[in-house]
């Protein structure tokens, strides 16, 4: 059975920086797509980035340059680096393990990030 398991969220000041960790379990994680998407209060959830089974990342336009992305495939680990972290970042955030086909998703259960200003 496959699981996602987030940690890494807090509460860090406006400019500060955490990282994310997923790990996935039940899954070939090295044929997976990996990504991290967002929900916060009130709004849909939305991609935030994703890594390619080959490693190549994509990044939503309000997290590029200040968000990485990586993936360790000895450890079926994901990482999301966040840095210059805004109070507009704040949000649940979701470890997602994508499959092109046959179609198949799973989810983590989120984690908590709250940036204070």
């Known amino acids: 059975q496959a699981q996602l398991v987030e940690s890494g969220g807090g509460l860090v000041q406006a400019g500060g920086s955490l990282r994310l960790s997923c790990a996935a379990s039940?899954?070939?994680?090295?044929?997976?797509?990996m990504g991290w998407y967002r929900q916060a209060p009130g709004k849909q959830r939305e991609l935030v980035a994703n890594?390619?089974?080959?490693?190549?990342?994509n990044y939503a336009d309000s997290v590029k340059g200040r968000f990485t992305i990586s993936r360790d495939n000895s450890k079926n680990t994901v990482f999301l680096q966040m840095d210059s972290l805004k109070p507009e970042d704040t949000a649940v955030y979701y470890c997602?393990?994508?499959?092109?086909?046959?179609?198949?998703?799973?989810w983590g259960q989120g984690t908590q990030v709250t940036v204070s200003s």
């Open positions: 997602n393990a994508n499959f092109i086909w046959p179609p198949r998703a799973y």
């Open positions: 890594i390619a089974s080959g490693g190549s990342a």
């Open positions: 039940g899954i070939i994680f090295s044929q997976y797509s």
